[in-house]
Nanobody
Framework: QVQLVESGGGLVQAGGSLKLSCAAS????????VGWFRQAPGNEREFVGV????????HHSDAVKGRFTISRDNAKNTVYLQMSSLKPEDTATYFC????????????????????WGQGTQVTVSS
C-alpha cells in the first residue's frame, strides 16, 4: 500500500509556473506508476499525464503537452509536475494517483486504474 500527499499548489498569474510534488510513503514506491489528474469545479476529473515506475516513459495529455512535464525521483519517493505557461483554464484541484498494474497508455487515463490517491492541491491561475 502507498499513501500520497500533494503539495506546491497556489495562486499564479497566467503565463507563470508552478511545480507540484507528490510525496509517497512506503519502501516500494518504485513499483508504482504515477498519474496526475485535475478537476475543475463542475467538471469531471481529467487525465493530465502519467509516468512509469522507472520514469523511463512519460505521457502527457494534449491539453498540457509542451507546457507540463512529469518527472520522478524514486530515491526521494516523489513525483513532480512542472507546469509552465499556465492558463486560467488550468485552474483546478490537482491529484496524483498510483498504480502497480497499469496496462498501457489508455488504461493509465482512467481513474479506475488507480487504487491510491492523494487529497489534491489547488492551483488557481489568474488572468
Amino acid at each position: 500500500q502507498v499513501q500520497l500527499v500533494e503539495s506546491g499548489g497556489g495562486l499564479v498569474q497566467a503565463g507563470g509556473s508552478l511545480k507540484l510534488s507528490c510525496a509517497a510513503s512506503g519502501r516500494t514506491f518504485s513499483s508504482y506508476a504515477v498519474g496526475w489528474f485535475r478537476q475543475a469545479p463542475g467538471n469531471e476529473r481529467e487525465f493530465v499525464g502519467v509516468i512509469t515506475r522507472s520514469g523511463g516513459l512519460v505521457h502527457h495529455s494534449d491539453a498540457v503537452k509542451g507546457r507540463f512535464t512529469i518527472s520522478r525521483d524514486n530515491a526521494k519517493n516523489t513525483v513532480y509536475l512542472q507546469m509552465s505557461s499556465l492558463k486560467p483554464e488550468d485552474t483546478a484541484t490537482y491529484f496524483c494517483a498510483a498504480s502497480a498494474g497499469l496496462k498501457g497508455i489508455e488504461d493509465s487515463k482512467k481513474e479506475s486504474s488507480y487504487p491510491y490517491w492523494g487529497q489534491g492541491t489547488q492551483v488557481t491561475v489568474s488572468s
